[in-house]
DNA sequence: GTGCTGACTGCAG
DNA sequence: ACTGCAGCCAGCA
């Protein structure tokens, strides 16, 4: 087998494009299913370039704690949050409510 | 080649 | 219950 031409970035991109509309992941849980429970922060890195990838629903991707520490690298930090509640999801103080609601784990829908 | 950064997570106090 | 620190690895200067 040839080596993955692949950067690890394809890798979260794609995992991140099969996120559900109206569901939230987190950092972890994509990096656990790439086998990089790890680096979740590379997830979130990663997900630096998706800013270029309109097909990436970057801000269905948050922290662990349900927290949108990621809405300052959207265009604007406001738009993180609007985009989620055009999902219908509720969201104050920056954090999601009923998070572990809308959580979605690619280890339990995709499971390898 | 070496070093720093970072959209995180888990454990310890 | 909350806060703080260390680990982790890919990408870029």
Same mark, same amino acid.
């Given at each position: 087998?040839?080596?993955?031409?692949?950067?690890?970035?394809?890798?979260?991109?794609?995992?991140?494009?099969?996120? *559900?509309?109206?569901?939230?992941?987190?950092?972890?849980?994509?990096?656990?299913?790439?086998?990089?429970?790890?680096?979740?922060?590379?997830?979130?890195?990663?997900?630096?370039?998706?800013?270029?990838?309109?097909?990436? *629903?970057?801000?269905?991707?948050?922290?662990?704690?349900?927290?949108?520490?990621?809405?300052?690298?959207?265009?604007?930090?406001?738009?993180?949050? #609007?985009?989620?509640?055009?999902?219908?999801?509720?969201?104050? #103080?920056?954090?999601?409510?009923?998070?572990? #609601?809308?959580?979605?784990?690619?280890?339990?829908?995709?499971?390898?």
């Amino acid at each position: 087998m040839q080596e993955k031409t692949y950067t690890f970035y394809q890798d979260v991109y794609d995992v991140a494009r099969q996120i *559900p509309k109206g569901r939230v992941t987190s950092y972890g849980a994509i990096a656990k299913y790439l086998g990089m429970a790890r680096s979740s922060r590379m997830v979130g890195y990663a997900m630096n370039g998706a800013h270029s990838m309109v097909d990436i *629903p970057a801000h269905r991707v948050v922290n662990r704690n349900g927290l949108l520490t990621g809405k300052h690298h959207f265009e604007t930090p406001f738009r993180m949050q #609007e985009l989620l509640e055009q999902e219908n999801i509720k969201v104050e #103080e920056d954090q999601i409510i009923d998070f572990k #609601e809308l959580y979605w784990d690619p280890l339990v829908e995709l499971k390898l």
